[in-house]
C-alpha cells in the first residue's frame, strides 16, 4: 500500500508506552501540526477513551484521517512474549499488527514490549526471503550528520551471517530514512588492523569484503570512531547495539545534566546561560534521542517501529515521521533483492574454499 505519503497508513499501538495513549494523542497532533504528516491513522487500543482524548486534543478536526479500531487487551512489558501475544489476541499490539497483515495500514509504530513486538511481527508477517532474523535498526547523530546502528536489541546472540544481513538491512534503511544512494557501511570492533577482535567479527568482516559492491563496505570502526561522521552504518550485534545505544542516551542525559547544575552555580553563569538558550536548544534538538526515536523492526515483509516504552510526544512524533519515511521509500523490494546477492555470494565463495 501507499507508493505516495499522502496515500501512507499508520497503525499506531496507542496502549503500549508506558505513559499510555494520552501521549500518543499529543505525539500525533504535534506530528500533524508541526512535522507536517501528510499520512493517515489507525489508532488501536480503548476506543472510549481514544476518541476522548481526540476531542479534547481538537483532533477531530482531522477525523478524515484518524480511524480509530478498539481492543481489549493490553500487553504488558514485562510479560512473557509468546504467551502473551497468544493469550492476548485482542491485544492493541496484535490488532496493531493485523491491520499490517490485513493490507490496511502500510506500518506500524508501538512503544510496547519489544520482545511481543519482534515475536508477533515474525510470526504474522514473516522474513523477507532470504532474511535469517529481523534486526532492529536506529539512527543516531553524529558530527557530520546521522548513521544507523544496527541491530539495537532484537538478536543479543548472532552468527556472521547474521551480521552480514544486518549490513544489507542498515544500509538500505540508511538509503531510505538518510536518502543516501551508497551508504558507507562499517563493522563494529575493537581494532582496525587485520586480525583484531572476536573469531565472529573476523569471520563477518571477511564475509563482508566478499559482499562488497553490493553494498558498500568499508571496513571495521572501532568505538571511539563512532561519532566522527566518517560512517554511515555501523554493524554489530544486538547485545552490543544495545549496550551502545542505551550508553549513549545515558551520556548525553548525564552532560546535560550537568551542564544544566553548572550553568546556575552564580549569577556570572546564569547570565551567560541566559545569552547562550539558544545554542543549548540547538544542542537538544540535534543530539537528544527524541528525534530519532523510532527503530524498525528491519527485515520482515512489513514496516513495524518500535519506540521507547518511555518515549514522550515529540518521541512518538518522530517515530510517526520515521514510519512514513520508511514507506514511502518501499525498502523490502531492496533488501529481498540484496540479501540474495549477499546469500549466493558467500556461499560460492564457501563453495570454493572447499573445493581447493
Known amino acids: 500500500m501507499g507508493e505516495s505519503a499522502v496515500n501512507c497508513t499508520i497503525a499506531v499501538d496507542t496502549m503500549g508506552g508506558d505513559k499510555g495513549p494520552t501521549e500518543f494523542i499529543r505525539g500525533l497532533f504535534y506530528a500533524i501540526e508541526e512535522l507536517k504528516l501528510e499520512c493517515n491513522f489507525v489508532l488501536v487500543g480503548n476506543k472510549r477513551l481514544i476518541e476522548r482524548l481526540l476531542t479534547v486534543g481538537k483532533l477531530d478536526a482531522y477525523q478524515d484521517r484518524i480511524k480509530v479500531i478498539h481492543s481489549t487487551q493490553v500487553i504488558g512489558m514485562n510479560e512473557k512474549p509468546i504467551q502473551a501475544i497468544k493469550s492476548k489476541k485482542d491485544s492493541s499490539m496484535v490488532q496493531a499488527i493485523a491491520q499490517l497483515k490485513n493490507n490496511e495500514a502500510d506500518a506500524v509504530v508501538s512503544c510496547g514490549n519489544t520482545g511481543a513486538l519482534m515475536a508477533c511481527g515474525t510470526l504474522r508477517l514473516r522474513q523477507i526471503p532470504g532474511v535469517d532474523r529481523p534486526a532492529l535498526g536506529i539512527i543516531v547523530p553524529s558530527k557530520q550528520g546521522p548513521f544507523v546502528l544496527t541491530d539495537v536489541g532484537a538478536n543479543p546472540e548472532s552468527t556472521a551471517e547474521h551480521l552480514v544481513h544486518n549490513a544489507v538491512l542498515g544500509s538500505n534503511y540508511a538509503k531510505a530514512a538518510l536518502n543516501l ?14 586480525g583484531k577482535g572476536t573469531a565472529l567479527i573476523n569471520q563477518t568482516h571477511t564475509q563482508l569484503q566478499k559482499i562488497n559492491g553490493v553494498i558498500n563496505y568499508v571496513g571495521p570502526i572501532e568505538g571511539f570512531q563512532l561519532f566522527d561522521g566518517e560512517v554511515d552504518v555501523v554493524v554489530c550485534d544486538g547485545f552490543v547495539g544495545n549496550i551502545v545505544l542505551k550508553s549513549s542516551e545515558a551520556l548525553f542525559g548525564f552532560i546535560s545534566t550537568t551542564l544544566r547544575e553548572a550553568l546556575v552555580r552564580n549569577v556570572k553563569r546564569k547570565i551567560g546561560a541566559v545569552l547562550s538558550k539558544s545554542a543549548f536548544k540547538d544542542m537538544k534538538t540535534r543530539l537528544g534521542p527524541d528525534q530519532h526515536a523510532g527503530a524498525p ?15 514522550n510526544f515529540v518521541a512518538i512524533a518522530n517515530a510517526l515521521r520515521i514510519a512514513q519515511e520508511v514507506v514511502t521509500h518501499d525498502m523490502i523490494d531492496s533488501i529481498g533483492s540484496e540479501i540474495n546477492q549477499c546469500n549466493a555470494l558467500n556461499i560460492h565463495c564457501e563453495e570454493e574454499n572447499a573445493s581447493n
Open 181 to 194: 544512494t551508497h551508504p558507507r557501511v562499517a563493522l563494529l570492533t575493537i581494532g582496525t588492523e587485520e
Open 297 to 311: 523492526l528491519l527485515g520482515l515483509k512489513g514496516n513495524i517501529l518500535k519506540a521507547h516504552g518511555s518515549s
